[in-house]
């Protein structure tokens, strides 16, 4: 695999437990480093706390599921489609290079390093 993913700063997949209040009711989440630098991140677009938005999403999936399933795994893929979703709109800001327009649903992956 790529040399970029494996020499990763491993702080960023280290996991770390956040206690949140949901509606008077502590709860303890635990997410990787990186996971809670993206929620921060989203919910500084938002105006609002980290705690503050995931009771948000919280309060958003129960009443659009009726129940709120493994909860940190949403967590986690709510923070990849916020960073897709950001790439998608780079790259569709972006001047064409050779004439070809880019296609909105895939990103270009650009190689990082060399294969051993």
Partial sequence: MCEYFVKADPIQYEQRSRTIRIHGVLTSIRLENMVWDILAEMAEAEGCTTNALIVQ???E?????????????????TGMRFL???LLALESER???????PSPLRPR???MGTRS
């Fill in 84 to 86: 897709r979703r950001k």
């Fill in 61 to 77: 999936i129960l009443a659009h599921r009726g129940e709120v399933p493994n909860f940190a795994s949403f967590l986690r893929v």
């Fill in 95 to 101: 001047p064409n290079e050779g004439g070809a327009a």
């Fill in 57 to 59: 999403f919280h309060d």
């Fill in 109 to 111: 992956v650009v190689a």
